[in-house]
């Protein structure tokens, strides 16, 4: 059985408001940077063509793995 105390927070910080945490939230968003519209759409060509690489290639080594099984116990 543990002891209960020791898990508790012996340090009592306070905690923040949550408009304190708004305001830092906001404020930690401008520093963010943001992709351009031609960046966006780079991304989203090269993580859909990697997408469908990997699609292809799964299928691909699923139907000669099942190929090859089915010839091994045919």
């Known amino acids: 059985m543990s002891d209960s105390?020791?898990?508790?927070?012996?340090s009592r910080e306070k905690r923040t408001s949550p408009a304190t945490?708004?305001?830092?939230?906001?404020?930690?968003?401008?520093?963010?940077?943001?992709?351009t519209r031609e960046q966006?759409?780079?991304?989203?060509?090269v993580v859909?063509?990697?997408?469908?690489?990997?699609?292809?290639?799964v299928a691909l080594l699923d139907l000669a793995f099942g190929k090859l099984v089915f010839w091994a116990f045919a």
Do not use: C, G, H, I
Not at 5 to 10: C, D, E, P
Not at 40 to 45: G, K, R, S
Not at 51 to 56: E, G, P, Q, T
């Open 5 to 10: 105390r020791a898990v508790r927070n012996t």
């Open 48 to 57: 859909m063509a990697f997408v469908l690489f990997m699609m292809a290639m």
């Open 21 to 35: 945490f708004y305001r830092q939230v906001v404020a930690e968003l401008r520093k963010v940077v943001w992709p």
């Open 40 to 45: 966006l759409w780079t991304y989203f060509v």
